[in-house]
């Protein structure tokens, strides 16, 4: 699967983005996806995932009740949408792609990544 990001950029704190993540290459539905973040000097992290069966969500404790993860799967496109903005969200962020068992996904595509910067 062939992931690109779009939609990072520069906002103040307190306000609001939305990451696009068209994936290309193989079959979108089945597949697993998410959003991970890398701020500098830090290991990547886990934000959000979206299930490829159920379409069930998951969040990283830092974002839940902000951001928000959706897929369309007739676009092969999933959406992070990030509101209440803070400092410490700037990062730049990763989309990922992976085989969903149902137990776990196996991220094993990822995009290029797009940088969001939030002004405190």
């Known amino acids: 699967v062939q992931l690109v990001e779009s939609g990072g950029g520069l906002v103040q704190a307190g306000g609001s983005l939305r990451l696009s993540c068209s994936a290309s290459?193989?079959?979108?539905?089945?597949?697993?996806m998410g959003w991970f973040r890398q701020a500098p000097g830090k290991q990547r992290e886990f934000v959000a995932r979206?299930?490829?069966?159920?379409?069930?969500?998951d969040y990283a404790d830092s974002v839940k009740g902000r951001f928000t993860i959706s897929r369309d799967n007739a676009k092969n496109t999933v959406y992070l949408q990030m509101n209440s903005l803070k400092s410490e969200d700037t990062a730049v962020y990763y989309c990922?792609?992976?085989?969903?068992?149902?137990?776990?996904?196996?991220?094993?595509?990822w995009g290029q990544g797009t940088q969001v910067t939030v002004s405190s």
């Open positions: 990922a792609a992976g085989p969903d068992t149902g137990i776990s996904i196996s991220w094993n595509s």
């Open positions: 290459g193989r079959p979108f539905s089945p597949y697993g």
């Open positions: 979206i299930r490829g069966g159920t379409g069930s969500t």
